[in-house]
């Protein structure tokens, strides 16, 4: 393989919300995007997904639910192979996100499960996994780390630009606008993972779908200002957050909708809070992450920040691959030893590469 020849590569992700597993296929050299192939997402057993909740936190979770994991996310490229099978023989190399149950970087410690010498056996493909334990290690967030990804997309458009993701915790990507401008990127706060754990706390429902459960609500603007106290808002970037760095216990009391209603507006009035942090002001927001698809935070958010918002649909990204896309991109970059992480994006003291590569016997 020469040096910066395009190959195709496999992504998966497995976010903080713990729906599922999401893969997806493009072709990169590891610094532009050739062209886009398939995604797909499989969700998770029930089963697996309490078990995976269950070990948020946990610094040695069990063996066997690695094994399970892993096997799950196999499963997930092999269906997608099967649905495209024209590409079965062009995938060089899968990214293994793993899924995070630990992210303390201020003690320098961070773990996503999966076992990438075992998916390399089970795809017979070559892995590269473990992306972030080299950025902590030398004192970085180790998050985010699709910003040099929305770098590669974003090409002609329109900068300064903001890229803001969406997920069980929301992260922000500021492009600039010439190219000497180092992408700055940070978490600004949680996403869905406090509003689907209190709808599902509350009601018969995985999460607020169609924003139909916090639309009929309204924001208990006392316990808004308390959940803003938190310290994490005050501090400069780069900055990362865990899944467990909030809690909903200052909820207690309040109806489903009004609950739901305020998480909205906690999660929009965040986001609003820390764009004060960039270099300058994004001529508009593009949202990626399952975020979007919720009303609620999308009239929210358009309704208090001071640009314009709109899905990552509207310039011809795909925000259910997106995450996804990008770890296939960071596979081909840790093959190729270019950074996956800089100073601006999670702090980490020089550009870092990353990753640990399992070979198919």
């Known amino acids: ?168 915790i929301s992260n922000i990507t500021w492009i600039g606008d010439t190219p000497e401008d180092d992408p700055i990127a940070f978490d600004t706060g949680p996403g869905n993972a406090l509003l689907d754990d209190w709808v599902s706390g509350q009601r018969d429902l995985t999460y607020d779908r169609d924003g139909a459960v916090s639309s009929a609500g ?9 959940l803003l106290e938190n310290t994490f808002f005050r501090r400069k970037p780069p900055k990362s957050l865990d899944r467990l760095d909030f809690d909903l216990a200052l909820l207690q009391g309040l109806t489903s909708e009004d ?32 975020g979007r698809h919720n009303p609620s935070i999308m009239t929210t958010l358009q309704n208090i920040v001071g640009a314009r918002v709109d899905p990552v649909e509207a310039v011809g990204w795909d925000g259910d691959a997106m995450e996804a896309q990008a770890f296939a991109f960071l596979a081909v970059r840790s093959l190729r030893g270019l950074p996956l992480s800089m100073p601006s994006t999670t702090g980490v003291p020089k550009p870092m590469t990353g990753g640990r590569l399992s070979r198919v016997a």
């Open 1 to 168: 393989m020469s040096e910066f020849s395009p190959v195709w590569a496999l992504g998966l992700m497995s976010g903080t919300s713990m729906d599922g597993i999401d893969a997806a296929i493009i072709e990169t050299d590891g610094k532009k995007i050739i062209s886009f192939g398939p995604s797909a997402t499989t969700p998770y057993p029930q089963e697996l997904r309490d078990d995976i909740a269950a070990a948020l936190g946990l610094s040695e979770p069990s063996p066997e639910l690695i094994e399970r994991l892993t096997d799950a996310h196999a499963e997930a490229v092999m269906a997608l192979m099967s649905a495209h099978k024209e590409y079965k023989e062009r995938i060089s190399i899968i990214g293994l996100h793993g899924h995070t149950v630990l992210h303390a970087p201020e003690d320098r410690r961070t773990l996503q499960i999966g076992d990438g010498n075992r998916l390399a056996r089970k795809t017979r493909c070559d892995v590269v996994y473990d992306f972030r334990t080299a950025d902590v290690a030398a004192g970085g967030q180790g998050a985010p780390l699709a910003p040099l990804y929305h770098r590669a997309l974003a090409g002609d458009l329109e900068k300064p630009l903001a890229v803001v993701n969406i997920g069980g």
């Open 218 to 226: 309204s924001v208990d603007a006392e316990v808004l200002d308390n």
């Open 259 to 290: 609950g739901a209603a305020t998480l909205v507006a906690f999660t929009c009035r965040a986001i609003a809070s820390q764009i004060g942090l960039l270099p300058s002001a994004p001529a508009r927001l593009l949202i990626t992450g399952g």
